[in-house]
């Protein structure tokens, strides 16, 4: 609209300005004949009552005089005469004019003196009249008096008024006339050849290449259309190039990596482009108060360690929610950007939530709701309807928010944990083409635990949407099989480890998620040994036994089992006072929950009272810091860890076991890790624990300071090995192949 009117807008105003200019002169030259035709009309009647008025100045036939006067009464528009004496006295006067008697008429006597007729504009109540003044002379050139006639001149008025609203009518149509015109012209080579195009484009990407008509324009936009058409047909030979390159490829490496998951996923996905779907976004962009400008964070999240380097590697489309306060300033009109920010790989499609939506969906259901239910920790889950609703809403928004961006053809569609339970089912009702897949980074609960969820019906039919679910372990695999079996009405298959429900199968499969394990490589922008020494010198360390910890503020990761833990340890070797510390990083979460809220109190108290109890000198055995991590600000911890303690009372899998174990390339370091994780399934040679026996906990740490440098060096070699193997690469790899293995995409 914008450029239309820098268009149009000239075009107007010189039109308006002609109109204008040539109604001004129209006006003053209509104006001007006017007048003249009026004192033409004036003198000429004038000079035709000249005989009568001489025959009544002569006879002195005042009756006559006033007959004469008399017949300029009647006459429609303000017209009137006056018959003056020899000494400009008025013998006869119009009605209408009497108020003449009143007035002093100083020109009267140089008309009788001069013997010269007098014409001009006057002033008669609130009209403008013209009149003239004409000596009626005798036989000898005597004057015998004068007569004088008196025209309106408002009638002129009148006329000119009529000739402006003629100009402007005129000036209207012809402005709208242009308007039209020029839309019409702009719609016709413009709108329409780039609506085409468009169009055209949308097909492209949505691949759907058989609704694509070559195009027909000429001149310029032909130009650009056919170069647009060259490009599209490059990429689709380029694609297929790739894909036919990558399955070669796909056969000779073992181990998995980035570029072979790159080259799985052209040869077997091809065109179909993937599509995550997540809460938690991998780029959060916020206002930092210190520095006073916006910064870009990576929010501490297992869905983003993990699925970060897969879409970094193939590409595609993440939509998560868009929580960073200042996200809105970095997305472009469709609420997209390129990210890595400094290297984009892949697009983040940002979905908005208002306060009572978060509250309700994330706040409320997810994380009040889903994550305690699945969690074995004692936390009682709190379901309200309010929440629900809401939950069910958002999981419409974010249906609504992928189904826009879906291609025509059996795209894939990987949904990322419970905070989407009911999205599956909302994608395939409107696409039943799209495969859809969800992993559940929680663990799953027994059917007795999930039957407290008043909306268990609803949340299974939801998961049911999908093709294929993913748990971490087999027992929640397990767990899911004889859930659905139990409180639905459908059949679960132990052969196939499937769910059929309506006829429609839902493949259950256990994928244990991963970390990329060359974390470190290239990745440090400073030596990591000089980071570990500027650690040191921080925390004023020596030779002390350094334990971390790395965390989001949650209770299901036992960081108050383990604080106590560390108290016991102390109490019960003392030798290792002064000898021993421990740093834990704590990234607060979930504020607004009550219960996170309490446990940030608990925790810091108990730190203090801990550290007050064994402190000596400048020695205190806890370090804790509590703020977020960004991954390059953690990894120097690990490198400085000679133990690393993982405590969870229940949790899905923990990749923080996993990121120590790949960061000790030294085979140095032990890690103690607790018996209740997904974790602990893999990375046997851990240390394992059960958080809940503080003495057992306690003595584990002893075991870990005492082991043999080299026991301690062979479990860290099989625990690095096992990670270098089930990488997240394989992961990723696992998912698809099955995902392709099941219905051929
Ligand atoms: O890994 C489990 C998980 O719940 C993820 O789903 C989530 O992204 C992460 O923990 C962090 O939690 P949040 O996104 O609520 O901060």
Redesign the pocket.
Known sequence: MKRILLFILPILILVALGFAVSGVMQARFTEDKLMDDLKRKARSVDEGLELSAKYILINNDLKQANRLVDSFQKRERLQGCVIYDKDGQILAITERFSDFKQRERPYLKDILSSKLPRGALEKFKEYSVYSYILPVLNDDESVLGMVEVVYDTSYMFTTLTELWRKISITSIALILLIVLTALLIQRQIFIIPVRRLTQWFTHFQRGETDKLRPFAEKGEFGKLISEVEQVALSIRVARRTISDEANVRLQKNELWTEAKLKDLIHAKLGDNSLFVV???EPYMHVFDENLGKEICIR??????TAIHPILSACGGTWIAHGSGNSDRKFVNSQDKLGVPPEDNRYILKRVWLNKEEEQGY?YGFS?EGL?PLCHNTHTRPIFKESDWRMYKEVNQKFADSILNELPASSPFVFV????FTLLPKMIKDKRPDAKVALFW??PWPTPEAFMICPYQNEILEGMLGCDLIGFHVQNHCNNFLDTANRLLESRVDTEKFSVVRSGKETFIRAFPISINPRINDGLFKVDPIRQVEKLKKEFELKDEIIAVGVD?IDYTKGIVERILAIDRFLDKYPEYKKKFVFIQLAAP??THIKRYHDLIGEIDELVEKINWKHIDGNWKPIIYLKKHFSQDDIQPYYRLGDICIVSSLHD?MNLVAKEYVAEKDDLSGALILSQFTGAARELTDAILVNPYSIEEFADSIKLAIQMPKEEKKRRMENMRSVIAENNIYRWAANIINEMVALKKI
């Open positions: 997540s809460n938690r929010p501490a999240s297992g869905v983003v994330y994380n994550w990322q944990d419970y905070h980074h929680i989001r979460s979930r899905g």
